[in-house]
C-alpha cells in the first residue's frame, strides 16, 4: 500500500516562498516518479511539475524558473520550491505518485492536498 502526504502549504505574500514536501511510503524494493499538480476554485486540475526515478523533472510553462522539484530518496520525499509566488498560485496542491516495481507500474497514488494562499 502506498501512503502519500503532502505539507508545507501557507499563506504567503506575492514575491514570497514556500516549500511544499511529500512524503511516499510503500515497498522498499520499489521505485516512485512523483508529481505535484494543482486545483485552484473554479478550475481544473493542472500538471505543475514531475520528477522521475533518474532525477529527470519537467514543469509547466508558467512556473518554470519559480519553482524547483527535488528528491531526497534517502527520506522518499519529493520536494516543491516555490519563489516569487504570484496571484495566480494559489491552489490546493497534490502530490502524485506512480509505482514501479521490477518493471512493474501501478499509477495514480494522491495525497489529500495542502493548501498555498498568496496575498497581494
Known amino acids: 500500500q502506498v501512503q502519500i502526504v503532502e505539507s508545507g502549504g501557507g499563506s504567503v505574500q506575492a514575491g514570497g516562498s514556500l516549500r511544499l514536501s511529500c512524503a511516499v511510503s510503500?515497498?522498499?524494493?520499489?521505485?516512485?516518479?512523483v508529481s505535484w499538480h494543482r486545483r485552484a476554485p473554479g478550475k481544473e486540475r493542472e500538471f505543475v511539475a514531475d520528477?522521475?526515478?533518474?532525477?529527470?523533472?519537467d514543469y509547466t510553462d508558467s512556473v518554470k524558473g519559480r519553482f524547483t522539484i527535488s528528491r531526497d530518496n534517502a527520506k522518499n520525499t519529493v520536494y516543491l520550491e516555490m519563489n516569487d509566488l504570484n496571484p495566480e498560485d494559489p491552489a490546493m496542491y497534490y502530490c502524485?505518485?506512480?509505482?514501479?516495481?521490477?518493471?512493474?507500474?501501478?499509477?495514480?497514488?494522491w495525497g489529500q492536498g495542502t493548501q498555498v494562499t498568496v496575498s497581494s
Open positions: 510503500g515497498d522498499t524494493a520499489c521505485m516512485y516518479e
Open positions: 520528477i522521475d526515478t533518474d532525477g529527470g523533472t
Open positions: 502524485n505518485a506512480d509505482q514501479v516495481c521490477r518493471g512493474h507500474w501501478t499509477f495514480g497514488y
